[in-house]
């Protein structure tokens, strides 16, 4: 069982940045593979960013050269840089843990770039 709790969520206008921060409790932190989704009205969940256990990391071509994954197994943290943002990239974006058949998600923290 792993425990999610984004944080870092705002308004922001177009070309700012944002950090979003995700504390994971639970056993066994390192051996998930690590994710950050969005969901904006009307449309399905997607993959931002992933990072496994071996720190090795994948982005949706939508958010490549501008966000960043990254984790942090000593502190149980996965963030996500997110720079030249975008009215597309609002959204609510969740945190998203993995490990075989077992999936983890956070409650989501909202993000608004205005135009």
């Known amino acids: 069982q792993v425990r999610l709790s984004e944080s870092g969520g705002g308004l922001v206008q177009t070309g700012g940045s944002l950090r979003l921060s995700c504390a994971a409790s639970?056993?066994?932190?390192?051996?998930?593979?690590m994710g950050w989704f969005r969901q904006s009205p009307g449309k399905e969940r997607e993959l931002v960013a992933a990072v496994t256990t071996a720190d090795e990391t994948n982005y949706a071509d939508s958010v490549k050269g501008r966000f960043t994954i990254s984790r942090d197994n000593a502190k149980e943290m996965v963030y996500l840089e997110m720079s030249s943002l975008k009215p597309e990239d609002t959204a609510v974006y969740y945190c998203?843990?993995?490990?075989?058949?077992?999936?983890?998600w956070g409650q989501g923290t909202q993000v608004t770039v205005s135009s």
């Open positions: 998203n843990a993995k490990r075989g058949g077992a999936v983890f």
């Open positions: 639970g056993s066994m932190f390192s051996f998930y593979i």
